[in-house]
């Protein structure tokens, strides 16, 4: 195996290495250049940094709109993901078929969703002559309905698979001690499914710091940008306002320090949970 590993990494390690070190490492000296192309980039020193947080009240909006949107996102779609896996690994009838259905929407694409859920909530909203767009709060709440839809199924599964793998003796011991249902689900089931709540929670944190293509697709932003998350303000930055592209650089490199910060935080709290069965 020591013999031969190198072999195997090697392309791997290649692609990891032109595909995401050099661009990141590339991303973050532009990030200290004001640039148009990158043949005419001129050092600049923190200056995009600084312009990021002072004179652009947008990206702040857009984190504190982000944070909002994943606190709510991760607990929702773990709480009801969790309920569901409960739900479907008793002796029910058709529970393949309704995990089979409750997983498809994590294989549509983002795009595709926000342009479907903002046709049925703009549908819906129609009937009081108002639409997505006529309020942040519309918008936030879109969103978290969306993330929720397409994430569940997927979280869904990989705590079923945590549940199949608890020990029923310990649950059987617990009852026999006089432990309810709701105490052993409390008391054993949960901490021996620590390893899926550090897995889903991850995931759900993770995509949903880093939503861009719902919420290009759902809201735009609009109203004036109040529904713009951080991968879509970074976007607009670097994109739609010219000069700008260092600073929409530095946002990037800030979007990734947060985001890298905040899952490693969690995989640590919620890893120091786990427990051996």
Not at 53 to 79: H, I, Q, Y
Not at 203 to 222: I, P
Request: proline share 3%.
């Amino acid at each position: 195996m020591k013999k031969y590993a190198p072999v195997f990494l090697l392309p791997l390690t290649l692609a990891f290495t032109v595909f995401f070190v050099i661009p990141f490492l590339g991303g973050l000296f532009l990030s200290f250049t004001e640039f148009t192309t990158v043949e005419n980039a001129s050092f600049v020193g923190i200056n995009n940094y600084i312009k990021a947080f002072s004179e652009d009240t947008g990206f702040l909006n857009a984190l504190w709109f982000t944070v909002k949107f994943t606190l709510v996102s991760v607990v929702t779609v773990n709480v009801f993901a969790f309920l569901l896996a409960l739900l479907l690994t008793k002796s029910l009838k058709g529970v393949n078929f309704f995990r089979t259905v409750f997983f498809l929407p994590n294989l549509i694409g983002g795009i595709v969703l926000g342009y479907i859920w903002n046709v049925i909530i703009n549908g819906v909203l129609s009937y009081f002559g108002v639409d997505i767009t006529f309020s942040a709060s519309y918008g936030f709440w879109g969103l978290v309905i969306l993330m929720n839809w397409q994430m569940i199924g997927y979280m869904m599964i990989i705590y079923i698979a945590g549940l199949q793998s608890v020990d029923r003796g310990l649950i059987e011991a617990a009852h026999i001690d006089g432990a309810n249902h709701v105490s052993a689900l409390w008391h054993v089931t949960i901490p021996s499914l620590m390893p899926s709540i550090t897995i889903c929670t991850f995931l759900t944190l993770t995509n949903s710091f880093k939503l861009f293509d719902q919420n290009l697709a759902l809201t735009g932003g609009a109203p004036g940008k109040e529904t713009s998350m951080l991968a879509l303000d970074i976007y607009d930055t670097f994109y739609g306002r010219i000069g700008w592209q260092g600073v929409g650089q530095a946002k990037a490199v800030v979007f990734f320090i947060i985001v890298a910060l905040i899952a490693l935080i969690q995989l640590n709290l919620t890893r120091s949970k786990e427990v051996e069965v």
